[in-house]
């Protein structure tokens, strides 16, 4: 029995922004068991909606997330409009749809500059950082803030998108087009890039199936599942698209997901400005929403988002429970991480694209599972190693020196 | 198929179980199930019926009962939701992780929010309350007041982080 | 004041360094301070840098209404600051709970747990309003220097 080491990593870490801390036991440098443990951002969100009336949710929820803000507000007022029994105006779903794609674009660009953080290609992250300034500038332009940009009210939308803003939207997606192919051109050719991500945080195809991985993580292990698809919300069923999906099964392959995804939110953007119709933006809905109870879905830049509402009658929700896709995708990264090296946690965890104030859980995985091929030396073994090859090579005996006891 | 062909097919194969059966709309059914007999049909669902993927497992307390809601989906998109009712007094209810490994979460919320015992579920670290937390303290339930919180904490006992 | 004292203090105006530690934010405070450091906003052309650790910083950004679970390892990260520290509470949930208030497992603002020199309000706060206070908060270390003089 070889000695394992313990090290903890977090709260409050280089790598993760976020506050999550993980156990990682070491066998040599294989990761043997890692223990993931979040909640160290809840809030009592849940909670909190119970107090409030409907449209403070909208806000209050807005914020749990403040990278996918308009998918959680738009997948709560899904519920609570399928609850009141309206339909929203044409033009809201498509302007819904549209900020949903605008976030999607800064999301993965986001992402896409964290993961190479995290390998030391700093040059990309400060590329696609300074590209992502577009979009946000976009929606400070569209909606009156960068972040948290609360277009969404119950019923439709709070603002137009003017003939003006059209242009500048199509003028935008133009440039952040071009510059995405150059990042295409970066995952599929630069070696380096190519050389550390392959291989790195492998989890097949089953395994992701049965660790029910969403969203890029899931697709970039073949999982051809989208919820833009699968159950089409706001106007992404008149909208052409793919889902993308990789075989790669690695970093790489959702690195290459997340940038092709990219391409796709492109082409939906011009999509829907194109067919933007012409109808009024919301519809009243009554402040008391009849009792009942509703699950409504949304694929988020990280997969898929589930928001369940149970009414009362009353102007507050009864119950509000949602399930973020990190909290889906936390699983996975434990199965990821199995075997592999020490100096990949970080990039393996970024790979996913976590977002632990959505997910706001901690878990225990317990993955104990080592093969047998030992590819380490006990301490005992290196120091023997080194006194013999100072004896053979420098003709000096070390043999003689006291062993410190302290060492690991 | 459609949602109430799929409604039917369930209510019949399940009949002596069922308790209720409601068709929402096109991709969204409502099933709810005798407690005692939800393992068994659960098993079959997944099986047999195609609801394979495990979306997420809702507890809430309506004042009288506990429910727990799990949120099934299958590969066209639809979402059954089966809801089991359980007492307030001794809540509990029998584990799927075995199942589904990535049930372990939403599990040990409902013990920690609700109170509700998950039988079956091993030993871990608590989820997503602070380490510090009182015991006995469910804020998920109705009945729960939160002004008992700053008596209660006292200053965390966890070392290790 | 000696020699010594005086380049401590130029070098300390002259190059904050600064820690960046999420208290339970929703997050979007925290992208928008990674975004006030890459090439649109570029806080490090006033010297400043993000560092890891606690023992190396100058300046702590706090983002977020400090959840209890985070309460005892935000006193701990300050403690571990040299001397002097200065702490800035980024975002309107950092320096009063914001939309949070009310919420069961938060305290409401950063100076509920430690004591803060700077609050920056917005929601989240922009990546200009983060500059313009770490820049205020410089001047004004600046200023209390030359009072003691």
Not at chain 1, 44 to 64: A, D, F, M, N, Q
Not at chain 2, 69 to 93: F, Q, T, W
Not at chain 2, 127 to 151: A, F, H, M
Not at chain 3, 52 to 79: F, M, N, W
Request: charged letters at 30%; proline letters at 5%.
């Amino acid at each position: 029995m070889t000695k394992r080491i313990v090290i903890p990593v977090g709260p409050q870490h280089p790598a993760l922004k976020e506050p999550a801390s993980f156990d990682v036991t070491l066998k040599g440098e294989r990761v043997a068991d890692i223990l993931v443990k979040v909640g160290y951002n809840h809030r009592g969100i849940e909670k909190g909606c119970e107090g409030r009336p409907y449209l403070h949710c909208v806000y209050l929820l807005e914020r749990v997330c403040g990278i996918c803000s308009h998918s959680h507000s738009t997948c709560f007022i899904q519920a609570v409009e399928e609850l009141a029994n309206v339909k929203i105006p044409e033009k809201a779903s498509y302007i819904r749809a549209l900020f949903g794609e605008l976030e999607r674009i800064h999301s993965h660009l986001l992402w896409l500059g964290v993961a190479a953080h995290e390998i030391g290609f700093d040059t990309l992250l400060m590329y696609s950082w300074r590209d992502r300034e577009v979009v946000m500038d976009l929606l400070a332009l569209l909606a009156g803030n960068r972040v948290n940009y609360t277009v969404n009210v119950i019923g439709g939308v709070r603002k137009d998108v003017t003939e003006e803003e059209k242009g500048q939207i199509l003028k935008a997606v133009d440039i952040l087009e071009e510059r995405t192919k150059y990042y295409v051109r970066v995952a599929t050719e630069e070696v380096s890039f190519i050389e550390r991500l392959s291989k790195v945080g492998y989890i097949s195809y089953e395994d992701a199936l049965r660790l029910g991985a969403v969203g890029p993580t899931g697709r970039a292990s073949g999982i051809k599942r989208d919820v833009r698809k699968d159950d089409p919300y706001a106007a992404y069923e008149e909208i052409d698209f793919d889902i993308i999906t990789d075989d790669h099964c690695d970093v790489y392959g959702r690195a290459v997901v997340r940038v092709k995804e990219l391409l796709q939110s492109y082409s939906i953007i011009r999509q829907l400005i194109k067919k933007l119709p012409q109808t009024p933006l919301s519809v009243n809905v009554p402040k008391n929403i009849p009792a009942g109870e509703a699950v409504s879905r949304y694929e988020a830049p990280r997969g898929e988002d589930i928001h369940y509402v149970k009414s009362n009658g009353t102007d507050k929700p009864d119950r509000v429970k949602l399930r973020a896709p990190t909290l889906a995708n936390v699983q996975a990264v434990a199965k990821m991480l199995e075997n592999g090296n020490f100096a990949d946690v970080p990039i393996v965890v970024a790979a996913i694209d976590p977002c632990f104030s959505c997910t706001d859980r901690m878990i225990v995985a317990a993955n104990d599972v080592l093969s047998e091929k030992e590819n380490r030396m006990t301490w005992k073994q290196l120091r023997e190693f080194s006194i013999n090859w100072y004896k053979k090579n420098k003709g000096v005996d070390f043999s003689k020196i006291k062993k410190s006891d302290k060492h690991i | 198929m459609h949602a109430t062909d799929i409604a039917l097919q369930i209510k019949n194969k399940y009949s002596s179980s069922v308790v209720g059966i409601n068709v929402q709309r096109e991709r969204r059914l409502w099933l709810e199930l005798v407690a005692g007999d939800f393992r068994k049909c659960f098993e079959r669902l997944i099986k047999e019926d195609g609801f394979e993927i495990l979306v997420t497992i809702t507890g809430l307390d309506t004042g009288e009962k506990y429910e727990v809601i799990y949120h099934m989906s299958d590969k066209e998109g639809r979402v059954l939701n089966i809801k089991i009712s359980i007492d307030r007094d001794n809540p509990a209810v029998s584990t799927i992780t075995d199942l589904f490994p990535a049930a372990e979460l939403s599990e040990r919320e409902l013990m920690d929010l609700l109170g509700i015992k998950v039988e079956g579920l091993p030993e871990g670290r608590r989820y997503p309350l602070p380490d510090n937390w009182p015991q006995g303290q469910y804020p998920l339930r109705k009945d729960w007041d939160p002004s008992v919180l700053d008596k209660k904490i006292e200053k965390s006992g966890d070392k290790n982080d | 004041m000696k020699i010594v004292d005086r380049i401590v203090n130029w070098a300390r105006l002259k190059s904050p360094w600064v820690i960046h530690f999420n208290t339970g934010a929703c997050n979007a405070c925290d992208i928008e301070i990674v975004a006030s450091i890459t090439p649109t906003y570029d806080l490090e052309r006033f010297g400043s840098l993000l560092k890891g650790t606690p023992r190396h910083a100058d300046v702590l950004l706090c983002s977020g209404p400090v959840t209890r679970q985070l309460k005892d390892r935000l006193v701990r990260i300050y403690e571990q600051m040299p001397e002097p520290k200065f702490v800035v509470a980024v975002g309107t949930c950092a320096c009063s709970g914001g939309v949070f208030n009310g919420c069961y497992s938060m305290l409401s603002g950063i100076d509920e747990a430690i004591p803060v020199s700077m609050y920056i309000p917005g929601c989240p706060a922009s990546p200009d309003a983060i500059i313009d206070g770490v820049v205020k908060l410089l001047k004004e270390y600046e200023k209390s220097l030359k009072d003691k003089k």
